[in-house]
């Protein structure tokens, strides 16, 4: 196997210990040399699972850039693919085994210009080379990062993937993608899409090529059956929404001296010739001058200078990762135990609402109350490891201890409120055992219900009229008595006058 690619493949993007960063200088000689730097660029990446063949399939594009459009082009009836014009793919390094070989994202640094006759312009052409995900070396959340930045980048971003369309493909497309759509603000943040199926395992379903991967992609993406749970409708919605475009091809199988033979370096004779076809096929589709999908930001086109600025701000976003990505059997797992932690967290809040006479009581109910909810957390059956269900009983915990916490605080006001109401109504009773009798009655009136006042008033209008006709008879004998005094007064000076006259 050549080492040429080793050195002519230029890495731009680092992954080491799971954190990316740019070569800014290597990426600055490839995309601004002067003749290339204000052209419109279309960029063409391979992503997917790693040790799947992405490298090596890239050299078939690179080949027909080389060919048709390098310096020193075939003629346009020539086949690019005839051993006759170079019989090994050597460019882009793969190597057989089962160990990741491409680490962060590598660029072809020969820039090649397509005249599109529509526009009547030359657009220049970039690789990218990316590492494979799920690589047992690097987290989902590297996987996402590296993933999300080709796909931004990317005008065409091709996703290899083995034997069939699986769910799982599509649920990977789906996360990944939706993690690169933060950082975009865009309802469909890419452009196009290509699935590329390899090792296509039932031609008698669907034909090999481009006509039967549409056929997959309508039963497999676009389909949306009632039948289907909606889990599965929304996924398809989600990834659907994730690109403006999405094709699909459907690839043989290369051959066993390919696949198998860690010997093999590349001999295009020594290719399957199916597979050989469907390949020309691909990527003369993809490199068709009007198809030349050019890279847009914002949704303007962007030159080869506008890329160079978007790698920088775009590297410089993802430097420090991406929020947390969980995988499918972590995300269930997850689910599962919050379900459980408040579940018996309600369990624990229910049976906390009483009234205690003391905090003694309290904090008693509350250990209670907290070891009946623990032993339904660890009653329920559930997946995961003796750690995760400490790390979500000790969740548990901190939520029952925080809202004690809240029914200490309650059971202290309310039994402040009460020794104050009670303070309150010692101080009226001491109040009243020392005031004047007169002030008393006065307080005794006020608090008289209406038809108590009424009855007391009536009790003295009956007893003020008793002593008005008392004063009256008293008057009334008296003015008698003295009438009486008056006739006797009168007849005894008679009597006097009668004996002086006869005296006389």
Not at 155 to 171: A, F, G, K, P
Request: aromatic letters at 10%.
């Amino acid at each position: 196997m050549a080492t040429e690619a080793v050195r002519r493949a230029v890495q731009i993007i680092r992954n080491d210990n799971n954190s990316i960063s740019l070569d800014v200088n290597a990426l600055q000689n490839i995309l601004l040399r002067d003749e290339i730097r204000n052209k419109k660029i279309c960029v063409l990446s391979i992503t997917g699972t790693f040790r799947q063949g992405k490298s090596f399939l890239l050299n078939f594009f690179l080949r027909y850039l080389k060919l048709k459009h390098g310096s020193s082009p075939l003629d346009p009836n020539s086949d690019w693919l005839d051993p006759i014009h170079g019989s090994h793919l050597s460019d882009f390094l793969w190597d057989h085994g089962s160990n990741a070989h491409t680490n962060g994202i590598l660029m072809w640094p020969e820039i090649f210009t397509i005249y599109k006759p529509s526009s009547n312009e030359e657009i220049a052409v970039v690789l990218l080379d990316t590492q494979g995900s799920y690589d047992n070396q690097t987290t989902v959340e590297n996987s996402a990062t590296i993933f999300a930045l080709s796909t931004m980048i990317s005008s065409v971003q091709i996703y290899n993937v083995m034997r069939n369309l699986n769910q799982n493909d599509l649920e990977s497309v789906e996360m990944f993608g939706q993690y690169g759509r933060l950082l975009t603000n865009d309802d469909c943040p890419f452009q196009d899409l290509w699935i590329l199926v390899r090792d296509w395992l039932a031609p008698y379903e669907r034909p090999f090529g481009i006509p039967g991967g549409e056929s997959l992609l309508q039963d497999r993406l676009y389909g949306q059956h009632d039948a289907l749970p909606d889990e599965i409708n929304e996924q398809r919605n989600n990834v659907r929404n994730l690109f403006q475009t999405i094709n699909c091809s459907l690839l043989p199988f290369p051959g066993e001296r390919v696949a198998a033979d860690h010997t093999f370096n590349g001999d295009l004779n020594e290719i399957n010739d199916n597979f050989k076809r469907y390949v020309k096929q691909l990527v003369e589709r993809i490199f068709e001058p009007e198809n030349l999908v050019i890279k847009r930001f914002n949704g303007e086109e962007i030159t080869a200078n506008d890329l160079f600025q978007c790698f920088g701000t775009y590297t410089e976003i993802l430097g420090d990762g991406l929020p947390h990505v969980e995988t499918r059997l972590a995300a269930t797992i997850n689910n599962q135990h919050n379900d459980a932690v408040e579940s018996s967290f309600e369990l624990y809040d229910r049976q906390m609402h009483h009234n205690f006479s003391s905090i003694l009581l309290l904090n008693n109910h509350h250990e209670s109350c907290k070891t009946r909810a623990l032993d339904n957390y660890h009653n329920t059956r559930l997946l995961g490891s003796s750690l995760v269900y400490d790390r979500y009983e000790q969740r548990l915990i901190r939520k029952m201890d925080e809202r004690f916490s809240i029914y200490r605080e309650r059971f202290d006001f309310d039994r402040d409120r009460q020794l104050e109401r009670e303070r309150r109504r010692n101080q009226q009773v001491s109040l009243q055992q020392f005031r004047p009798s007169q002030s008393s009655s006065l307080v005794s009136r006020e608090s008289l219900s209406t038809e108590t006042i009424i009855l007391q008033s009536l009790r003295i209008a009956t007893g003020l009229a008793a002593i008005g006709f008392g004063i009256y008879e008293i008057i009334r004998q008296s003015s008698r008595d003295t009438g009486n005094s008056n006739t006797n007064n009168s007849s005894s000076t008679r009597r006097y006058s009668t004996d002086d006259s006869d005296s006389t």
